[in-house]
């Protein structure tokens, strides 16, 4: 099983930006699907967006256009880039591996979240 640490989260402005990254413990990391998930109070959690190995990204329709998905295979990092962040956007982002194109797999590994609170 794979540790995920998250960070990077944090209080900004509506219309502001944020970069999360999400560091993995396993050295094979190249030849796993990562992504972002998130849950906001009273919510479930929610698919935003993945990578898979070969850097094929794919993403929620209400992030498109504003939040980017990457990774960087040799410091075993997966990133998630927000722009034009909104209110409705508030919510504990988690990280997760071994993600299929949409959701989570059956072996997928979670982070411990980090908060992104938007303010309007």
């Known amino acids: 099983q794979v540790q995920l640490v998250e960070s990077g989260g944090g209080l900004v402005q509506a219309g502001g930006s944020l970069r999360l990254s999400c560091a993995a413990s396993?050295?094979?990391?190249?030849?796993?699907?990562m992504g972002w998930f998130r849950q906001a109070p009273g919510k479930e959690r929610e698919f935003v967006a993945s990578i898979s190995w070969s850097g094929r990204t794919n993403y929620a329709d209400f992030v498109k256009g504003r939040f980017t998905i990457s990774r960087d295979n040799a410091k075993s990092t997966v990133y998630l880039q927000m722009n034009s962040l909104r209110p409705e956007d508030t919510a504990v982002y988690y990280c997760a591996s071994d993600v299929t194109a949409t959701g989570p797999g059956p072996t997928s590994s979670w982070g411990q979240g980090t908060q992104v609170t938007v303010s309007s």
């Open positions: 396993r050295r094979t990391f190249s030849g796993y699907g």
